[in-house]
């Protein structure tokens, strides 16, 4: 009798299973449908008074959430169902909906008519390149991804071409492939304002000759028209306001007094150890760790920086006559400091300016002239600029020129990291319009901000994470873990001021697509206008880095009260199509 030998294969299957709702759900739904299994329209808007905060619900609001929960829940059979009323599990639906219950407002609530130098504005720093600073290529894309996202403030580096006979946007001295900028200026024509109708500042460092900045002046009179922003003096006494500048384009730039490239200092900056900065590319650094490394870099970078503090009058000319037209379009003035810092940021009575610092030479000046740096920018703009060692296009902590009262900290928006996410998530406020009114201390004139003062606590935020879903849906069953459901915790902390930062975690949900944790957290904040809350979820694995599973951040000031459902981003920003938590924001 022969023997045989038998292979057995077996496919495992994940189980979803559907989560109960959480007990504070269940206890909520049973108090306010008075012990029933349906809630009213009326029982959900006195829910939506009591725990929600909108105070100011009618009967027809909450009639119309009912309408939208069945329709979306019960489209199938939604005109077959007779009753107007909520079941728990539609309520917990409703709850547990991004699009009908989410954190933040979604429309623009704040005062749009103070000076520009008012708000933060959300800024791109050399806004045309596709990756790195050194060889990726230079295209119109980026700029188009960066308004649909909400940048009002872009950057663009002028070049003569070849032939010396037009004009090239590109990284300068770097192997990037150029991109013609009539591309860039009519990308920016056509997507301005699809997402916000606030003004578009185009930042242009110039390195032209004066007969190609006459025929920069000409491309964008031709290509802007009537949208391009032409002051009627030569410089501001006080800038306009966002609502006065709607659906327009304003220049800043150097005026072109002289055409003094400081090459020397530029080789230098250029040739800087070419190491791989890479702080941010492990998504496991804190924002705070970037400022910690790269302290010592050679003297030649820091006096680079200290040279393109940019507020310049060098009478020395060396480039003949100026281009008048284009003088004439450049709204907001930037140039080089003469004087060193204490000079450049000194107040002028009958003239607003743009400085711009480095991210390092902000570190310095915060350092040693904080309160000058905060004065500077209640009336004036500062911009704040990468270091020039990020070739990756990392980013750097923004927090530290928001408490400083810089309105443009630029970013390179096609980068990654937890910085980035910092920037995404302070330009959620405000209805995502791309200008973010500065809280009134940052702007006290009589009491000038010091952001290292010891603060009172104003506020406390208490956070409850009650659960998370949709992971199933948006990743692969193996994605996390090949042979069980994957171990998920959540990481809630605060970004603001150096008194309130801190991150703390949820336990881990260990073999659970549909996690829940019913974790309550508490934050005491010393400066709610500027915090920033930050939510993270992660799988946990034994053997190797804990795997990413999501991200946001979101404004303090903005939050809703109640239970909310929190949508999560994937690494670069982009919002997940199912993937989101279950909180519970409270405030006292």
Aim: with cysteine.
């Amino acid at each position: 009798m022969g023997s045989y030998r038998m292979c057995v294969c077996f496919t495992r299957k994940f189980r979803i299973t559907e989560a109960e709702p959480p007990s504070d759900v269940t206890e909520y739904f049973a108090k306010y449908a008075e012990g029933g299994t349906h809630m009213t329209a009326e029982q959900l808007r006195n829910f939506l008074a009591d725990v929600q905060g909108y105070g100011g619900s009618s009967t027809s609001d909450a009639e119309r959430i009912v309408e939208q929960v069945l329709q979306k829940r019960h489209h199938h059979i939604a005109k077959l169902i007779t009753r107007r009323t909520l079941t728990l599990e539609d309520f917990h639906h409703y709850l547990f909906s991004a699009d009908l219950n989410p954190p933040i407002e979604n429309q623009v609530h704040q005062d749009m008519k103070a000076p520009l130098s008012h708000y933060y504005i959300y800024t791109g720093h050399n806004s045309y390149l596709t990756g790195n600073q050194l060889s990726s290529d230079c295209s119109h894309v980026p700029i188009i991804k960066a308004l649909k996202r909400g940048v009002r403030v872009v950057e663009l580096d002028l070049w003569p071409n070849s032939k010396k006979d037009d004009v090239n946007v590109l990284h300068g001295r770097t192997l990037t492939t150029p991109v013609e900028l009539v591309k860039c200026l009519k990308s920016i024509k056509e997507h301005a304002f699809t997402d916000s109708p606030y003004p578009v500042v185009i930042t242009l460092e110039d390195h032209l000759t004066p007969d190609l900045q006459a025929k920069v002046a000409k491309l964008l009179m031709k290509t802007f028209k009537d949208m391009l922003f032409i002051p009627d003096s030569e410089c501001f006494k006080k800038l306009p306001s966002p609502e006065e500048l709607k659906y327009r384009i304003i220049i800043s730039t150097k005026p072109p007094k002289e055409y003094l490239e400081d090459k020397s200092v530029d080789d230098k900056v250029d040739n800087l150890h070419k190491r791989k900065d890479s702080e941010e590319d492990a998504w496991g650094n804190e924002p705070s760790e970037l400022m910690e490394e790269h302290e010592d870099v050679d003297r030649s970078e820091s006096e680079a920086s200290e040279q393109n503090l940019d507020y310049e009058d060098n009478n020395n000319s060396n480039r003949g006559a100026e281009p008048a037209s284009y003088k004439r379009l450049i709204a907001i003035h930037a140039g080089k400091p003469n004087g060193g810092l204490k000079e450049a940021l000194k107040v002028e009575v009958d003239r607003v300016r743009r400085l711009s610092l480095s991210e390092q030479a902000l570190e310095k000046a915060a350092e040693s002239h904080g309160t000058d740096v905060v004065r500077f920018t209640q009336k004036n703009i500062l911009r704040v600029y990468p270091k020039g060692t990020r070739f990756n296009s990392s980013n750097y902590k923004p927090l530290i020129g928001w408490m400083h009262g810089a309105q443009m900290v630029a970013f390179n928006m096609q980068g990654y990291g937890k910085s980035l996410w910092l920037m995404h998530g302070m330009f959620r406020a405000n209805g995502g319009c791309g200008y973010v009114k500065k809280p009134d201390f940052v702007m006290n004139d009589e009491q000038i901000f010091y952001p290292k003062a010891k603060l009172p606590v104003k506020k406390t935020l208490k956070v409850k994470v009650y659960m998370g879903d949709g992971w199933h849906l948006d990743f692969k069953q193996t994605h996390f873990d090949s042979y069980s459901p994957p171990d998920f915790y959540t990481r809630v902390g605060i970004a603001g001021v150096p008194a309130d930062e801190v991150m703390k975690k949820t336990k881990k949900k260990e073999d659970d697509w549909i996690p829940v944790w019913e974790e309550e957290f508490t934050f005491p904040l010393r400066a709610p206008e500027l915090a920033l809350l930050r939510i993270e979820v992660h799988e946990y694995d034994m053997s190797e880095k804990d795997d990413f599973g999501g991200q946001t951040c979101l404004p303090v000031s903005e939050l809703r009260q109640g239970i909310r459902a929190v949508p999560l981003f994937d690494r670069k920003g982009v919002k997940y199509n199912s993937v989101r938590l279950l909180m519970r924001f409270e405030f006292t």
